[in-house]
C-alpha cells in the first residue's frame, strides 16, 4: 500500500499524524502553533516520513515544538529548517516507538528546555545524526532505551548548563554518541547516567565531561580530539582513550577499577589503577599511589610502577622496568624482547615467567642464568631478563611465578 503525501506551507495550527505509511513535507512558509506542538505524532502510528525545510514553531509555554511517538519513522531537517519551542523536539517513545531516526541539518532551538529530547520507551532503539545545530538549556537530554547519535563534522550541540544530559534521574538505559564535531556548554559539556555510557569523541568538547554512574568508556579516538574541561569518572570502572598526556580521567577513591589506554608518555591520575600504552615507538607509563597495572605497547619502553603494588608487563621491545616501592609482579611472556629490571626488591618482589615457555622451574632458570657485571641475566633463546642488583647467590624460587 502506497502512503499519502501530505505538503504544508504556511499554518497556524497544529498538525497531527495520525495515520501509517504517510509522507509529510514542510515547504518554505512555516507553522506556528498557538496551541499545542506545531507537529505531533500519535502514539501507535507507523512508517511515517516528515521532511521539513520551513521554520516549525510552538508559542505555547512549556511546549515542545515537535512532539514524536509512534514506531519506524524517519525526520529529516534541511538546512532551510529551523525548529524552535520550549523544547525542540521531544520523542517519548509511547508504546510503539521503535527503531526511528532524526536527520538534522538545520537549527534545533530550544527557548528554556532541551533542544533534543530523546525519552525513547525501554527497549527501543532511536539514531539521531546531527550536522546542524542543536541548542538550550540542555543541548541533547537522553532519558530512556537506546539512543545513538551521531555529531557530524560541523555539527554543533550547545546547552547552557548541558551540551549533552544523559538523564541521571532515568532509569539505566544506553547512549553511544560519537562526536565528529563539537560539543560544548558553559556548564557540563556531556553529563553521564547510572548505565554504561559510551562517547567516542573525534573533535572537540567544550566543558567538564561528567560520565557518572556505570562502567563508562571515553575515547578520544583521533589525535587532535580535544576536551577542555575535565574528565570526571564517577563510580563505576570506567576506560579512557588518549592522544594528549594532559588528558586526565579525575577518580575519587573508591570508585572502581579504572583503566587508561594512551599513545604518549602518560602518568597516572591519582585514584586511576591501570594503564596500557599503544603503539610501536616506545613511551613511558607512570603509576601512582595504587597497586597499579602497567603494559607497555610494542616499541622500548619505560614503565614505573611507583608506590603500590603493582604489576609491569613490557610486552613487546626492549623494556626497562622500575617497581618503586610495594611488592612488584613483573610479568615475561616468549618473544618479549630484552627487557630490565632496575629495582628489584630480593624477598618481596617477584617475576612471573609462567609464559615464558622453557622456563617451567628454578632449576630450568639456574641452568640459563648468569652473572654478569653486578646483575644477574637470565637468557633463554631470544629472551634475556636482566635484573639489576642482584645476585645467583640471593636468587631462589620465591623470586618466580611459574
Request: glycine content about 16%; aromatic content about 8%.
Amino acid at each position: 500500500m502506497v502512503g499519502v503525501a501530505h505538503t504544508y506551507t504556511i499554518d497556524n495550527a497544529t498538525v497531527t499524524i495520525a495515520v501509517d505509511g504517510d509522507s509529510w513535507t514542510f515547504k518554505p512558509g512555516g507553522i506556528t502553533a498557538n496551541s499545542g506542538p506545531a507537529i505531533r505524532m500519535l502514539d501507535g502510528t507507523f512508517g511515517n516520513t516528515i521532511a521539513i525545510h520551513s521554520t516549525i514553531r510552538t508559542t505555547v509555554e512549556f511546549e515542545s515544538a515537535i512532539a514524536l511517538s509512534g514506531a519506524n519513522w524517519l525526520m529529516s531537517i534541511s538546512s532551510l529548517g529551523v525548529v524552535t519551542g520550549y523544547n525542540g523536539v521531544y520523542f517519548d517513545g509511547g508504546a510503539s516507538g521503535t527503531n526511528c531516526q532524526i536527520i538534522n541539518d538545520g537549527k534545533i532551538t530550544a527557548e528554556g528546555g532541551s533542544g533534543v529530547v530523546l525519552a525513547t520507551k525501554v527497549g527501543a532503539t532511536i539514531a539521531l545524526d546531527n550536522s546542524g545545530l542543536i541548542s538550550g538549556v540542555v543541548g541533547l537530554e537522553s532519558f530512556r532505551g537506546s539512543n545513538y547519535v551521531t555529531n557530524a563534522e560541523g555539527g554543533v550541540i550547545t546547552g547552557s548548563s548541558y551540551g549533552v544530559l544523559i538523564n541521571a534521574d532515568s532509569d539505566p538505559h544506553l547512549l553511544s554518541l560519537e562526536n565528529f564535531g563539537l560539543i560544548k556548554s558553559a556548564g557540563v559539556a556531556i553529563q553521564g547516567s547510572k548505565g554504561d555510557d559510551h562517547v567516542d569523541n573525534f573533535g572537540r568538547i567544550v566543558g567538564d565531561v561528567r560520565l557518572g554512574g556505570g562502567n563508562d568508556t571515553f575515547i578520544n579516538e583521533a589525535t587532535g580530539s580535544t576536551v577542555q574541561g575535565g574528565i570526571y569518572g564517577g563510580t563505576g570502572d570506567d576506560s579512557l582513550t588518549v592522544h594528549s598526556a594532559a588528558t586526565k580521567l579525575i577518580e575519587k577513591a573508591g570508585q572502581g577499577s579504572d583503566f587508561i589506554t594512551s599513545t604518549v608518555n602518560y602518568t597516572l591520575n591519582d585514584n586511576v589503577e591501570s594503564l596500557s600504552l599503544e603503539g610501536t615507538k616506545g613511551l613511558t607509563g607512570t603509576g601512582n599511589a595504587l597497586d597499579n597495572i602497567l603494559t607497555g605497547d610494542d616499541g622500548n619502553d619505560i614503565l614505573r610502577g611507583m608506590a603500590g603494588n603493582d604489576r609491569l608487563f613490557g610486552d613487546s621491545g626492549n623494556d626497562a622496568l622500575t617497581g618503586g616501592a610495594g611488592k612488584d609482579i613483573f610479568d615475561f611472556y616468549t618473544t618479549q624482547g630484552r627487557d630490565r629490571i632496575s629495582d628489584f626488591q630480593n624477598g618481596q618482589d617477584r617475576m612471573d615467567i609462567h609464559n615464558w615457555t622453557g622456563l617451567d622451574n628454578f632449576a630450568d632458570v639456574k641452568a640459563h642464568a648468569k652473572f654478569v657485571d653486578g646483575d644477574v641475566v637470565i637468557k633463554f633463546g631470544a629472551d634475556v631478563l636482566t635484573v639489576e642488583g642482584l645476585t645467583l647467590a640471593q636468587m631462589d624460587k620465591t623470586d618466580f611465578i611459574f
